[in-house]
């Protein structure tokens, strides 16, 4: 079974303090994996993938994350918080089974930035 | 130039009605999937479709019913709802089924 787990459900932030939201995956595959933003009353953005090759993904909006796999750990972080990042953080696995995949997601990450 | 649309965006509804929701993705995208996210922001796959074909279908009640007349539509029908089936639901495509998912905005269903 395949599973993603995010520690922490609510992370508050001053702004411009740097964040990390942590998000921790179980599987027994080698996997693709995924950080999606949403932002209040609206769809799933993504953020950054990790496919292959450097384990350093930078994405969008300024933000990077570390795959390790010796961890299974795929940890976001930004130096630098806006107001503007408060959202909802959801990291995701491509679960691969029957020939096909699709993504677990774990239950999400409130990061508040405070002014 | 919207990537993944659904319709409607709200839909207010009473117990036992059937309704229908609606997406179109103009990626050229293969693949098409129904996500359902619960008032705790749970996020659970429901359906995926690859070139019209089902190729997943979880653990869904046989209320849920969905239909892809074609590669860019996937649409929703739902019988005889219920209070559980209060939620937001996503619409996404991918090129792939294995490659990153686009979102569409989400239809809020609220059954009264």
């Known amino acids: 079974a395949q599973s993603v787990t995010q520690l922490d459900s609510q992370v508050p932030v001053f702004e411009e303090a740097p964040v990390e939201l942590r998000c921790n995956y179980s599987?027994?595959?080698?996997?693709?994996l995924f950080w999606y933003v949403q932002y209040p009353n609206q769809g799933l953005q993504l953020l950054l993938k990790?496919?292959?090759?450097?384990?350093l993904v930078k994405g969008i909006n300024g933000f990077e994350a570390e795959f390790n796999k010796s961890q299974t750990s795929f940890h976001l972080r930004k130096p630098s918080v806006h107001i503007s990042d408060t959202a909802e953080y959801f990291c995701?696995?491509?679960?691969?089974?029957?020939?096909?995949?699709?993504?677990?997601f774990g239950k999400g990450t409130m990061l508040l930035v405070s002014p | 130039d919207t990537a993944v649309s659904q319709t409607p965006k709200y839909l207010v509804t009473q117990m036992g009605n059937d309704k229908s929701i609606k997406c179109e993705q103009n990626?050229?995208?293969?693949?098409m999937y129904w996500y359902k996210q619960d008032s705790k922001k749970f996020l659970k796959i429901m359906f995926s479709?690859?070139?019209?074909?089902?190729?997943i279908n979880e653990t869904v009640p046989n209320r849920f019913s969905p239909k892809s007349p074609d590669k860019a539509h996937l649409n929703l029908h739902i019988n005889s709802l219920e209070l559980g089936d209060s939620a937001v639901y996503f619409c996404?495509?991918?090129?792939?089924?294995?490659?990153?998912?686009?979102f569409g905005p989400g239809t809020r269903l609220t059954v009264t």
């Open positions: 996404a495509s991918s090129r792939q089924p294995s490659t990153e998912q686009y």
């Open positions: 599987s027994s595959v080698s996997v693709y």
């Open positions: 990790y496919l292959s090759g450097s384990t």
């Open positions: 995701a696995v491509s679960l691969y089974r029957s020939g096909y995949s699709t993504l677990t």
């Open positions: 990626l050229g995208h293969d693949t």
């Open positions: 479709y690859n070139n019209k074909e089902l190729i």
